[in-house]
């Protein structure tokens, strides 16, 4: 059964630091792995995704990596800024689209 | 990208009650997924509802308990039935890209009473 695992599970910053947050899984049978943003009771925005026989990709400030072999990612934000605060998911695609597996999220504060 | 909408955002309702949540999308998609999100938890796929066909549950979930319909390719409902505290959570519906991206909508949070 596949589990996803992020640490740390809170991170408080001061704006303009570089991060980064962690995402293991159990096993590297998966299709691709994306990375989510949700704000508090809102929906889930998608951020990044790598697929399997990719190692990373990049949006603006974010960064992220994919060591399917050892079961692996991480997300980098550079430059840290208060609107990054945020819950931040990563799931695994088990199924080629037909179902993610989420671990139980990085809740990230950026302070001003 | 798709833009997806819920209905209703939030909703307070009585045990023993049913809830149907609206899920609609701006374009057609093959495949509709829902979500629960308990309360201080990550998410958890429900099932799978495809245009046509029976809906595919995730273990742990059943048909009496989630029914699900799919009259066409933009439009999906979730029903939550015999309310308990319970099902109190955030349900959210989502879509999958062409790349195999999944975009989900802003989500509706049920509490019972």
């Known amino acids: 059964k596949q589990e996803v695992t992020q640490i740390p599970a809170a991170l408080s910053v001061p704006e303009g630091e570089n991060l980064v947050l962690n995402c293991s899984f159990t096993d590297s049978a998966i299709y691709n792995l994306q990375w989510f943003r949700q704000d508090p009771g809102k929906g889930l925005t998608s951020l990044l995704l790598?697929?399997?026989?990719?190692r990373e990709q990049t949006s603006g400030r974010l960064n992220a990596s994919l060591d399917k072999s050892s079961g692996r990612s991480t997300l980098y934000i550079a430059a840290s800024q208060p609107g990054d605060s945020a819950t931040y998911l990563c799931?695994?695609?088990?199924?080629?689209?037909?179902?993610?597996?989420f671990g139980a999220g990085t809740i990230l504060r950026v302070k001003s | 990208s798709a833009v997806i909408s819920q209905k209703p955002s939030r909703d307070i309702c009585q045990r023993g009650t049913s809830l149907t949540i609206q899920c609609q999308v701006d374009s057609q998609v093959t495949m509709m997924f829902w979500y629960r999100q308990q309360p201080g938890q990550s998410l958890t796929l429900i099932a799978t509802?495809?245009?046509?066909?029976?809906?595919?549950?995730e273990s742990g979930f059943v048909i009496d308990k989630f029914p699900i319909s799919r009259p066409n390719l933009t439009f999906s409902t979730l029903t939550v039935s015999n309310l308990s505290p319970e099902d109190s959570s955030i349900y959210l519906c989502?879509?999958?890209?062409?790349?195999?991206?999944?975009?989900f909508g802003p989500g509706t949070r049920l509490t019972v009473t």
């Open positions: 790598i697929q399997s026989s990719q």
């Open positions: 989502s879509v999958e890209s062409d790349s195999y991206e999944q975009y």
């Open positions: 509802a495809n245009q046509g066909s029976e809906a595919t549950y």
């Open positions: 799931a695994v695609d088990i199924e080629y689209g037909n179902k993610l597996v």
